[in-house]
C-alpha cells in the first residue's frame, strides 16, 4: 500500500503565522512602553526606569558571558566609568556628546581589558573582572580627594525622567536586535563553538582571541551607556555607587536566575528581581542583601538552567504528552508501518 507523504505546506504556514503574531505582540508591547511615560506617575515611571536600565544590563551582560560562560563581574567598572565621564564632561560638551564619549571611553577599556585579559579564564577571569571594578573605584578616589578635593559630582543637566526612560527603551530594542544578530551571524557561531571547546576552536581555524575581544567590547558599550544615561537620574554620584560590586552582582544573579541559553533569559530574572528588590527596599531595607543571597544559591543549585530553562522543559514535556496521545500511538509509541 503506497504511503502518502505529508504536506510540508501547513508546517511552513503555521510558523510563518506564529513568527508575525510573535512581531505584531513585540510591536505592540514597546508602543505600549513608548507611551508609558504620559500615563504613568512620577513612581510608576521611576519604577520602569529601573526596569529597562536593568534588562538592558542583564542582556548586555549575557551577550558575552552566555556562549562563553566567562563569569564578568566587571559590570560595576562600565557603569561606572559611563556614569563617571558624563559627570567629568558635562560642562564641557554638548550631552549627547558627553553620552557618545562615555560609549567611546568605555570601549576602550574594554578592549585593553579584553587583550590584556580574556587569554585566562575560570576563576582567574572572575577575580580579575572583579578588581577590575575595584581598582577603578580606588583609583577614582584617590583622584577625587588629592586633586579635586571632593568625593562624588553633581550631575545638573536638561535631562528629566521621560527623556531617560525613552533613551533607555531604545537602547533596550538596540540590545536585543544586536544580541539576535549576533545570535545567528558567524562570529555569534564562532563564540558558541569556543565556549563548548577552545581546543576545537583553535582546530577549525577560529581566532578566539579576535572573536572573544569584540564580543567583550560589544557587552562593555552598552553597560557603559546604562551608566551614562543614569548618571542624569542620580543627579549626585559618587565612586562608592556608579562602581559598587552591587550593581555586578545583581546583574550577574537576574542573569543566572532567567537562564542563560536564551537570548531573552535575563528578561524572566530581571523582573522578579526587579520587583521584589522595590518590595524589600521599600519595607525590609535590611534583608536584601540576604535575600538576594538565597536567589542567587537557588537560581545555581535549584535552577541551574535558570526559569528559562525550566519553561523549556515543562514545554518539551507537554509536547512529549501531546505527541503521545496522538491516534495510532499505542503506549505512548509511534505507529509501525503494517499497523491498525
Not at 62 to 91: E, K, N
Not at 243 to 260: P, W
Not at 313 to 319: H, L
Not at 322 to 328: C, E, K, L, T, V
Amino acid at each position: 500500500m503506497p504511503i502518502k507523504r505529508a504536506n510540508a505546506f501547513p508546517v511552513a504556514t503555521t510558523t510563518t503565522t506564529t513568527t508575525t503574531t510573535v512581531i505584531v505582540a513585540i510591536a505592540g508591547l514597546l508602543v505600549l512602553l513608548a507611551l508609558a511615560p504620559l500615563r504613568l506617575s512620577d513612581y510608576g515611571l521611576s519604577f520602569l526606569v529601573n526596569l529597562i536600565s536593568a534588562i538592558v544590563l542583564a542582556t548586555a551582560w549575557r551577550m558575552f558571558a552566555g556562549p562563553t560562560r566567562y563569569v564578568s563581574l566587571a559590570v560595576a567598572a562600565f557603569f561606572g566609568i559611563g556614569a563617571y565621564t558624563v559627570a567629568l564632561v558635562q560642562d564641557i560638551l554638548p550631552l549627547y556628546a558627553a553620552f557618545a564619549l562615555a560609549g567611546l571611553a568605555g570601549m576602550l577599556v574594554a578592549l585593553l581589558v579584553g587583550l590584556t585579559t580574556l587569554r585566562v579564564s575560570g576563576v582567574h577571569f572572575v577575580i580579575f573582572t572583579f578588581g577590575l571594578g575595584e581598582l577603578i573605584r580606588e583609583v577614582t578616589i584617590w583622584w577625587e580627594i588629592n586633586q579635586t578635593r571632593t568625593v562624588g559630582r553633581y550631575v545638573l543637566v536638561d535631562f528629566d525622567t521621560p527623556l531617560i526612560y525613552w533613551s533607555l527603551l531604545a537602547l533596550m530594542v538596540l540590545v536585543f536586535a544586536t544580541g539576535h544578530w549576533l545570535e545567528r551571524s558567524r562570529p555569534g557561531f564562532a563564540l558558541r563553538v569556543i565556549g563548548e571547546d577552545e581546543a576545537v576552536a583553535d582546530q577549525v581555524g577560529i581566532d578566539r582571541a579576535a572573536v572573544k575581544v569584540a564580543v567583550f567590547v560589544l557587552s562593555a558599550f552598552f553597560l557603559t551607556m546604562v551608566g551614562a544615561l543614569m548618571a542624569p537620574r542620580w543627579s549626585y554620584i559618587n565612586p562608592n555607587t556608579v562602581f559598587g560590586a552591587t550593581i555586578s552582582f545583581q546583574v550577574v544573579i537576574m542573569a543566572l536566575l532567567g537562564g542563560m541559553q536564551r537570548l531573552w533569559g535575563p528578561l524572566l530574572g530581571v523582573v522578579p528581581m526587579t520587583v521584589l528588590s522595590e518590595i524589600l527596599s521599600t519595607n525590609y531595607p535590611r534583608a536584601y542583601s540576604v535575600i538576594l543571597g538565597a536567589v542567587f544559591l537557588i537560581s545555581v543549585y535549584v535552577l541551574p538552567d535558570g526559569i528559562a530553562g525550566l519553561i523549556e522543559r515543562g514545554w518539551a514535556r507537554a509536547r512529549r504528552r501531546r505527541d503521545g496521545a496522538a491516534p495510532g500511538d499505542r503506549h505512548g509509541q509511534p505507529a509501525t508501518l503494517g499497523e491498525g
